[in-house]
């Protein structure tokens, strides 16, 4: 049994989610807050839901004795609320905008819900405190969320705009690497294999392309956009995963063959090996440039 701490935040860090700022308020009413990736839905009837807390979190012991809490889920662009947040900054509320709501609990502006809440119920779980609280209050906006994978935010609204405006130009390609059982789905092409690609360079196009094969893909964000001079168009390439059975033409190639499997695209196959590389460092990349050389990045993290 592997009981390495850091090997098993890694394996929780492998479940998406979205991004929370948890806000409260002092008995003195200063307003307090931390972000929190950690929110379920719990109940409809009763209306509940729930968040968990670091007890070594600087907030904590308000957190545990407050009678009210709001939760406010963050939009795309939101980033900078979520670090804020994340950090130690004295003086957070000062530095984004923020309303008084239902029992004058801090709403952030601009989050994509907010959800007004009487606290339920307190439960001491290990290092964390869960916080159950019933809600007396909602609202929600039009947007796209702010996600969170493997220690990485994605944002899948703004990145698809990007991407696909980028794809549209004559002579584009737009793709995925799409994890499935320790591997990398690969199918069949001419003088090798490809990554999955787009009948037309629309994410839509791709992911209806490959339910037309019985396969389901969940895309998480951008992993590669580059020019491609050999046709003057441009490649955008999503990561992912995908789950189904198998149909004709299409194969699952294990992490540890990636670097010699017989890729056609010599592009696509510097990709698949910086993929095997990411993957075993637990933190995804991003690549720009053009088919032979360009610049990695990491994805921004909290």
Request: hydrophobic share 45%.
């Amino acid at each position: 049994m592997n009981s390495d701490p850091k090997a098993l935040r890694n394996a929780f860090g492998a479940f998406a989610t979205g991004v929370t700022v948890i806000t409260t308020r002092q008995p003195d009413g200063t307003p307090r807050g931390f972000t929190a990736n950690s929110f379920t839905s719990v109940s409809l009837d009763p209306p509940l839901l729930l968040v968990c807390l670091a007890k070594t979190a600087h907030s904590a012991d308000v957190f545990a004795t407050a009678p009210h809490f709001a939760v406010n889920i963050l939009a795309e662009d939101q980033k900078a609320v979520s670090g804020l947040f994340a950090s130690r900054a004295p003086d957070k509320f000062d530095q984004c905008a923020w309303t008084a709501g239902l029992d004058d609990m801090p709403m952030i502006d601009g989050a994509l819900a907010q959800f007004s809440c009487a606290r339920h119920a307190l439960v001491d779980a290990g290092d964390h405190l869960i916080l159950i609280g019933r809600v007396l209050d909602f609202a929600t906006a039009e947007g796209q969320p702010l996600g969170y994978f493997r220690g990485n935010y994605f944002s899948i609204g703004l990145e698809k705009d990007l991407a696909e405006a980028a794809a549209a130009a004559k002579g584009s390609r737009l793709g995925a690497v799409l994890a499935c059982n320790g591997g990398v789905l690969l199918q069949d092409a001419a003088g090798g294999l490809s990554l999955p690609l787009a009948p037309k360079p629309s994410l839509d196009s791709l992911t209806e392309a490959l339910a037309a094969q019985g396969l389901t893909p969940q895309i998480d964000f951008v992993y590669a956009a580059f020019d491609d001079r050999s046709t003057g168009g441009h490649a955008v390439y999503y990561h992912g995963t995908v789950s189904g059975t198998l149909p004709k033409g299409y194969r699952i190639i294990p992490l540890a063959d990636l670097a010699s499997a017989p890729v056609a695209n010599a592009a696509e196959a510097q990709m698949l090996a910086r993929y095997a590389e990411d993957f075993r460092n637990g933190s995804f990349t991003l690549y720009h440039g053009t088919e032979t050389s360009g610049q990695v990045r990491q994805i921004s993290a909290p």
